[in-house]
């Protein structure tokens, strides 16, 4: 199957993104309209069952539990700090964890060139994920790091949440129906906290699936 032509280089051509708008305004390239035109011309796979299988958030209908402690807790873990943030925020949907995870002056760089700085711009990327996704489970796949405590830790984590667009946070009238993220997220850490983030996700592929006008049977 061929790409569709507007996925060429589209992560260096979309423009900034606010209040949820995405688009190219120099090139007048409406990521919207490629999204669901993507969608309709049969770029989009049938999601499978292991994608869309609940991520083990809730355990017999309980809360979440708060993420294991450290047994000796002792210095820092880029590890498990984390696996403690993701589930926190995203499973308990504790989003003080932000305020102990995160410097105050982090600097933060999102999908389709959203920017933030602090950590109340970093609160304000994931309420609008799960207001969008309100039954969102999120789970770290891997977490590979490198550095120490004199000179800080740059963490590489691998991802995936599943979820049910039910709010019009970030990509409009709710559809009902259901997407499978992945995504990436490279973290520097000081003194043990994190000072700078990128991350990005499959965004185009989760417009698409839900701005398509026929989506593909597996996900609905």
């Not at 309209?33 to 993507?38: K, M």
């Not at 799960?130 to 120490?148: I, R, S």
Request: with cysteine; hydrophobic share 35%.
């Amino acid at each position: 199957m061929q790409p569709h032509p507007y996925l060429g280089g589209l992560a260096r051509r979309v423009g900034p993104a606010a209040h949820g708008e995405l688009g190219d305004r120099d090139r007048g390239i409406d990521v919207r309209e490629a999204a669901r035109a993507f969608g309709d011309e049969g770029g989009l796979n049938p999601l499978t069952e292991r994608q869309l299988g609940d991520v083990d958030r809730l355990t017999g209908g309980r809360k979440p539990l708060p993420y294991p402690r450290r047994a000796d807790g002792a210095g820092c873990d880029p590890d498990h700090l984390v696996r403690a943030l993701y589930h926190d925020v995203y499973n308990r949907r504790d989003l003080s964890a932000v305020d102990r995870a995160y410097a105050p002056n982090v600097r933060w760089y999102g999908p389709t060139n959203r920017t933030g700085y602090g950590r109340a711009d970093v609160r304000g990327m994931a309420r609008a994920l799960l207001a969008t996704f309100p039954d969102l489970g999120h789970q770290v796949d891997e977490v590979y790091w490198m550095g120490n405590e004199a000179d800080g830790y740059r963490v590489s984590v691998r991802w995936t949440a599943v979820g049910t667009h039910r709010g019009h946070a970030l990509y409009g009238r709710p559809t009902g129906r259901r997407v499978h993220l992945w995504g990436l997220t490279q973290l520097y850490l000081s003194q043990g906290r994190i000072t700078e983030e990128w991350t990005l996700f499959n965004e185009f592929d989760v417009l698409a699936r839900l701005l398509c006008d026929d989506p593909p049977d597996g996900f609905v």
